[in-house]
């Protein structure tokens, strides 16, 4: 009956930016970009990895992030290949590791951000 997650729906502060750390860094090929008319959305962008489907969609006047913990989605996983070439690419292209890679025994596992600091973890198996 349900076959899989479609998508995961991201709110970015500045969309243009999303879309060239998603499509530059990580290889996300851009699928459907549209602006709409239905306040307070303006714009939807559908962003596709391996299958994995991103939708960004920009609101009027956005509200960053709260630092506090909070019920909610609280960050989506990234598979490497190999956590060491991907971690040294990252630092490449700028991108901080939040949190460095530790071996959870069969996986290896770290995190960083992306452009508005929502997490992303980088999950060896």
Same mark, same amino acid.
């Given at each position: 009956?349900?076959?899989?997650?479609?998508?995961?729906?991201?709110?970015?502060?500045?969309?243009?930016?999303?879309?060239?750390?998603?499509?530059?860094?990580?290889?996300?090929?851009?699928?459907?970009?549209?602006?709409?008319?239905?306040?307070?959305?303006? *714009? @939807?962008?559908?962003?596709?990895?391996?299958?994995?489907? &991103?939708?960004?969609?920009? =609101?009027?006047?956005?509200? !960053? /992030?709260?630092?506090?913990?909070?019920?909610?989605?609280?960050?989506?996983?990234? *598979? @490497?290949?190999?956590?060491?070439?991907?971690?040294?690419? &990252?630092?490449?292209?700028? =991108?901080?590791?939040?949190? !460095? /890679?530790?071996?959870?025994?069969?996986?290896?596992?770290?995190?960083?951000?992306?452009?508005?600091?929502?997490?992303?973890?980088?999950?060896?198996?």
């Amino acid at each position: 009956m349900f076959k899989k997650i479609d998508h995961v729906e991201i709110t970015p502060s500045d969309m243009d930016r999303t879309i060239r750390f998603y499509t530059e860094i990580f290889g996300f090929a851009l699928k459907m970009r549209k602006k709409v008319d239905s306040p307070p959305l303006e *714009e @939807v962008c559908f962003l596709e990895l391996g299958g994995t489907v &991103l939708e960004l969609v920009s =609101v009027k006047n956005p509200v !960053p /992030p709260s630092k506090v913990p909070q019920v909610g989605y609280r960050m989506m996983a990234i *598979e @490497v290949e190999d956590m060491d070439k991907a971690v040294e690419y &990252l630092k490449s292209k700028g =991108v901080e590791i939040s949190t !460095p /890679p530790v071996s959870l025994g069969p996986s290896k596992r770290g995190e960083i951000k992306d452009p508005d600091g929502l997490l992303i973890e980088l999950r060896q198996w």
